[in-house]
């Protein structure tokens, strides 16, 4: 009886040492790591609206709002043109106008001028106005440089570089696409082609096919 009775204490004790070794290898066990939760995903068409939204927070806007004044009404433009008169940019108001700021010396206002020509002469009959706007020369510099490429729109004279400040052209060719109504819908740091040119007047001439 003895000797089962010390078979059947020998078993719970090898029972029992188990447990606590098993216990103590859960113990030191390291914590599980958790799985990560993914961020939320925005839907596309609320990206799309985030994208078109304008410093004012009007959905449908461009991309490009608030860069350039593009959305806002365009600043003021009172200048001396080449060979006589003024450009005022109030008295246009009723005609879509692309404003170009440049210098003789830039090459890219070289390779511009020809394109602006072309569009100039296809869409006279659709009220386009397209003034270039020479900074920092003088008149017989602008003049001469119109000549030369047969410019047959009105180059204006900024010698001051007061308006180029205004209108933010920091740097040489900036183009701006202004509608009707006076507002810059448009703008492109040049030198640009017929891709982003035709883009600009289409923003102004909405009614009109623009080709490149």
Request: aromatic share 6%; with cysteine; hydrophobic share 50%.
């Amino acid at each position: 009886m003895w000797s089962r009775l010390s078979v059947v204490v020998g078993l719970l004790a090898g029972v029992a040492a188990a447990a606590l070794i098993i216990g103590g290898i859960v113990t030191l066990a390291p914590d599980p790591v958790p799985t990560p939760t993914p961020p939320p995903t925005v839907p596309a068409t609320a990206s799309a609206t985030a994208a078109a939204t304008d410093a004012t927070g009007s959905p449908g806007a461009s991309p490009k709002a608030g860069l350039f004044g593009i959305g806002e009404p365009a600043p003021d433009l009172v200048v001396p043109q080449a060979g006589g008169g003024v450009i005022d940019l109030a008295a246009l108001k009723g005609s879509p106008v692309w404003v170009n700021f440049m210098g003789t010396y830039c090459p890219p206002c070289i390779d511009e001028f020809p394109l602006m020509n072309g569009y100039a002469a296809r869409h006279a009959d659709d009220d386009l106005v397209i003034l270039a706007i020479d900074v920092k020369e003088d008149e017989g510099t602008a003049a001469a440089f119109a000549e030369r490429l047969g410019a047959i729109f009105p180059v204006g004279l900024d010698e001051d570089g007061s308006a180029a400040e205004r209108w933010g052209a920091i740097a040489l060719p900036v183009h701006f696409w202004i509608d009707r109504d006076g507002i810059v819908r448009d703008a492109a740091l040049g030198g640009i082609g017929p891709d982003l040119m035709s883009q600009g007047l289409q923003a102004i001439l909405p009614d009109v096919t623009v080709e490149p």
